[in-house]
């Protein structure tokens, strides 16, 4: 969890004076439950004020206070539960009790509002939940789609924002709007669910981000079959914690039970063999030989021998463009991440400090300098991968003599390794592990799609990612800073989900033709 202060603020409004705005039950009770999970110390800790059914001078002054003199360490989390409205020209405003649908300017809240707010804050760390059906359909005369683009209006750096939709559709209350009992929801309760359980910790190390939030919500909604799709969009330095969770809990106090009964039980035989010893050395004392001082485990090993290997690493790192800025620096370390099938944390603050932490995690893992290779090949291309490769090798092999010579950043001109020469160094181990089938896919098409004329300019890759995420059916955001970069998010998004594999050679084909879209086909049906 993170060391700054944690506040949230639920607005909850189902009660309209306007009878243009359909009565909803749901946003008290939404409001009381995840009130509950997210005051709970266990679970979100966090310092919890509600407005319900508020008129909107109410609900804008206790949004305005709710950001202000906030700190950058602190952690912010707004929750509104309401009518979402299109206007005339398209624009998003959050409806209150006293709401009229004609004079939406001065008498809701708008989105630009809400934006100003979150700009303005000193807190980096700012997850929106927006549990709103955008009802603007029923505004006579209405411009524009039916897609509110909320990326546009709320997105900025330091938030996540998720939506129980994107578009004009009522967000369902429960399976049935005529029984007296109000039920949250699904949107809420999903995630009411996922952080009262502890179901929404997918990774299994002990707390809920805001992406496993998503995650979890997503296919809860999917599991029950509703027509609503979550959105989510994020712009962060760090991870951002939203709640701990109680079954990482329940599961660490059963190991610690156990490895307290297991070291009751290896104390009790180490003091039977210690009683051996001690009389083993006295009849040795009696015959004239001494004790002989046990050597170390072969498998124990000094953390400290491994940090000049950490040393090198980073200062190899360090010199990638993939590590310029905080946003290309957290891309890494998530693809990293699912190599090492275990989350690679890093605040974003700093470049050292953030290679330091990646080299760390590639090297205490078996195996992960490899794939800390094959994400740079990810991320830079073969070239540059196989110049860090020979680097390290040469780093590792010089480690028991002289000092190596200061590292120079890899270039794309860097020549691979030749064929027959064996990985040797402290860099590169004999169990590093081949390359999966998903690695393997995962090469193959960020090469084949880097030398498209369509990802040419980052104009073109924000084209082919906007068509990709209506296919999908989830945002696909690039930055449209590096080509490598824009290439892995929009592979990343086609894998992630059931048959995006297809789903990205179609739009490959509605771009560069059909020969471009085989050549993707025939990447994804060749044997593993």
Not at 32 to 51: C, K, Q, Y
Not at 364 to 390: H, I, N, Y
């Amino acid at each position: 969890m993170s060391t700054g202060r944690r506040f949230a603020l639920l607005v909850a409004t189902g009660r309209y004076d306007n009878q243009a705005l359909r009565q909803l039950r749901s946003p008290v009770r939404d409001a009381h439950g995840l009130a509950e999970v997210l005051e709970d110390p266990l679970i979100g800790d966090f310092e919890v004020s509600r407005v319900v059914d508020g008129r909107h001078h109410e609900v804008t002054r206790a949004v305005e206070l709710f950001f202000l003199d906030r700190r950058r360490d602190d952690v912010l989390l707004l929750h509104l539960s309401c009518h979402g409205i299109k206007d005339d020209n398209g624009e998003l405003h959050f409806a209150t009790t006293d709401t009229d649908h004609r004079l939406l300017a001065s008498t809701s809240v708008p989105a630009a509002f809400l934006h100003t707010q979150m700009r303005r804050c000193r807190a980096r760390s700012i997850v929106l939940l927006l549990d709103c059906c955008y009802s603007g359909a029923f505004l006579p005369g209405s411009k524009g789609d039916t897609v509110v683009h909320l990326r546009d209006e709320l997105a900025g750096h330091g938030r996540a924002v998720l939506t129980a939709t994107n578009r004009t559709e009522y967000a369902w209350e429960g399976d049935r709007l005529d029984e007296l009992e109000p039920q949250p929801s699904k949107f809420t309760g999903a995630v009411i669910k996922g952080l009262r359980s502890g179901e929404a910790d997918r990774d299994g190390d002990g707390v809920i981000g805001v992406h496993e939030l998503y995650d979890y919500v997503y296919d809860e909604l999917q599991a029950a079959q509703v027509v609503q799709r979550p959105q989510m969009w994020a712009e962060l330095e760090h991870r951002v914690v939203v709640a701990r969770s109680v079954r990482g809990q329940q599961q660490r106090q059963e190991q610690e039970q156990g490895q307290g009964r297991g070291q009751e039980q290896e104390q009790g035989r180490e003091q039977g063999q210690g009683q051996g010893r001690e009389q083993g050395q006295e009849q040795e004392q009696r015959h004239g030989h001494g004790p002989v001082s046990p050597g170390p485990s072969p498998s124990e090993e000094d953390p400290s021998a491994r940090l000049p290997e950490v040393v090198l690493i980073a200062e190899l790192l360090s010199g990638l463009a993939c590590m310029e800025d905080a946003r290309s620096r957290a891309e890494f370390a998530m693809v990293l991440g699912e190599e090492l099938s275990r989350r690679v944390d890093l605040r974003g603050v700093r470049l050292r400090e953030d290679v330091a932490m990646t080299a760390w995690a590639a090297v205490k893992q078996s195996g992960g300098v490899r794939a800390l290779l094959w994400t740079v090949e990810f991320f830079e291309g073969q070239g540059v991968a196989a110049g860090l490769e020979r680097q390290l090798v040469q780093g590792g092999s010089a480690a028991s003599g002289s000092a190596p010579a200061a590292p120079t950043a890899p270039t794309a001109s860097s020549a691979p390794r030749p064929a027959g020469e064996p990985e040797s160094g402290a860099a590169l181990r004999s169990d590093s592990p081949r390359r999966s089938r998903k690695v393997t896919l995962f090469l193959r098409l960020t090469g084949e799609l880097s030398t498209l004329s369509c990802m040419a300019d980052p104009e073109g890759r924000a084209r082919f990612a906007s068509v990709l995420g209506e296919q999908l059916d989830r945002p696909v955001d690039l930055r449209g800073t590096r080509l490598r970069e824009d290439v892995v998010v929009i592979v990343r998004a086609a894998l992630d989900v059931p048959r995006g594999d297809r789903v990205l050679a179609s739009v490959v084909g509605l771009f560069e033709g059909a020969r471009a879209a085989a050549a993707v086909e025939q990447i994804f049906d060749e044997p593993s």
